[in-house]
């Protein structure tokens, strides 16, 4: 059997791991960038584990008093489209809504349809796009969700009050 990814917050002996995680997954890579979130976001920065390997991390922070703000996902080329992102997504959402956030957003560029569709499958949705948001001069859509409906369409919150299935069974 093997060992089950398990999501806990950054540890600064992550750090090696992180930066090569970065570099692999992106073009423009600043391994600063990270430490500095560290410092000043430490709390909404979260890494999965798979057995000693860090395979993933989320870094988020609150952008406004509503909104939260994904600032980076990445997932090992070796474990991709196994779940790893969505994890990381529904971790700094939950991280996101106990906080008191309605709303998450992040960046995506546009030409990285994977992304665009986990996002999507997720409830996420393109509000608008960013014209060279990227150092290549490529555009970027930025996408949001409102934390309810994200929690709502995965089932995870269940409201209470009466539901149409409470109904049929004859519950109140």
């Not at 057995?51 to 939260?68: C, K, N, P, R, T």
């Not at 996101?96 to 994977?114: C, D, H, M, T, W």
Request: net charge negative; proline share 3%; hydrophobic share 40%.
């Amino acid at each position: 059997m093997f060992p089950q990814p398990f999501i806990r917050r950054y540890l600064p002996d992550d750090e090696y791991s992180i930066l090569m995680l970065e570099a692999e997954a992106f073009n423009e890579h600043n391994p600063y960038e990270y430490i500095h979130f560290y410092e000043v976001f430490h709390d909404g920065f979260f890494v999965c584990v798979i057995g000693q390997d860090v395979v993933g991390f989320i870094v988020g922070y609150a952008l406004s008093e509503s909104e939260g703000h994904i600032f980076s996902l990445a997932v090992s080329k070796y474990y991709r489209n196994r779940g790893i992102a969505e994890l990381l997504i529904d971790h700094i959402c939950t991280y996101f809504l106990l906080k008191g956030l309605q709303k998450a957003s992040l960046e995506v560029r546009i030409s990285n349809k994977p992304a665009i569709n986990l996002y999507t499958k997720l409830g996420f949705s393109a509000a608008w796009m960013e014209f060279q948001y990227y150092s290549d001069g490529e555009d970027g859509y930025v996408m949001m969700t409102n934390l309810n409906s994200y929690f709502f369409r995965k089932e995870q919150i269940k409201f209470f009050g009466k539901s149409e299935k409470r109904k049929e069974r004859g519950v109140n």
